[in-house]
Every structure is written in structure tokens, then in C-alpha cells.
């Protein structure tokens, strides 16, 4: 049983790009972003925003606000799978598929696909915006949405 879970989790890890699998690609900066928020580790989400997402705010500041906006929102992230992403130049644009519920936006808990904007910051990605990916732009970051062989292909590194 042991060596089967083993041998699947070996196939999948290697169906993934590599560079995803990279420490500090835009893929991994993202998961860890998402996966700081998810565990409301906001200190160490701060560590992965741009200057332009700090906005001009202190750690301590930012952290505070971060703390209570997601308290008040009661917001819950259950999951999310970070898709293969594009780099041209110092940008980087990683989709992602997130499972969450909050009190205002999102109460329903229905799947959402986002779009993350990444910048370079020295020799570091860093997450500078997030957007919702319109219906008609799905098939352009998304794998599942595509129906023609063109658009089967992942998006260019």
C-alpha cells in the first residue's frame, strides 16, 4: 500500500514543471503566500507581498490589519491548487484555484479562480496583486477550461 501511495505521489510530482517545484519560483511563492494565509500566519505572508500590497505599512501595522479584516470577514480557506504560471521579464502572472468562504464576498463557499501577479524584488518573487479570472478568460489559465488542442497547452515560460 505504502509503495503504491509512493509511486503515485512520484508520478504526480513529476507531471508538475520543474521550475514549479523550484524554492522561489513564482509557484512556490505563491503556495507559501496562500498557505501562510490559510494557517493566518500573517507575519510570514508579509514577508511574501510586494511594497505596492504593503502598502507603505510597517510589519506590525500590516500584520494588525491583516489580522483583524480576516477576523472580521470570517474568512476560511479550505484549499487551493496553484496552477503552472508565465514569467515575461521581472513579472510573473500564477493562476491559482481556491476553495474559501468569508462573510461578505464570497459566503457561499463556491470555488474561485484567481490570478496572482508576482514582481521581482531583488532575487525574489514577491505577490504584488491578486485578481478573480472573468468566465471568458478561464481557458487562457486554466487547463480544465480548455476544449481546442491549441489551447490545451499550458501557457509559455
Not at 470570517?74 to 515575461?88: A, C, Y
Request: overall charge neutral; glycine content about 8%.
Amino acid at each position: 500500500m505504502r509503495l503504491g501511495v509512493l509511486r503515485v505521489g512520484l508520478l504526480l510530482a513529476l507531471a508538475v514543471p520543474a521550475r514549479a517545484l523550484e524554492p522561489g519560483s513564482p509557484e512556490d511563492v505563491v503556495r507559501r503566500y496562500l498557505g501562510a494565509l490559510k494557517e493566518r500566519r500573517f507575519e510570514e505572508a508579509y514577508d511574501l507581498v510586494s511594497q505596492a500590497m504593503r502598502q507603505g505599512k510597517d510589519k506590525a501595522t500590516w500584520v494588525k490589519e491583516y489580522k483583524a479584516l480576516s477576523a472580521a470577514a470570517d474568512v476560511k480557506i479550505f484549499g487551493f491548487e496553484v496552477q503552472p504560471g508565465k514569467v515575461e521579464g521581472g513579472v510573473a502572472r500564477v493562476p491559482n484555484i481556491l476553495q474559501s468562504q468569508d462573510r461578505f464576498v464570497n459566503t457561499m463557499g463556491l470555488t474561485e479562480y484567481e490570478l496572482y501577479t508576482l514582481v521581482r524584488d531583488g532575487d525574489a518573487w514577491k505577490v504584488d496583486a491578486q485578481i478573480l479570472v472573468e468566465p471568458p478568460d478561464l481557458p487562457k489559465w486554466f487547463a480544465k477550461f480548455r476544449t481546442s488542442p491549441e489551447e490545451s497547452k499550458p501557457p509559455p515560460h
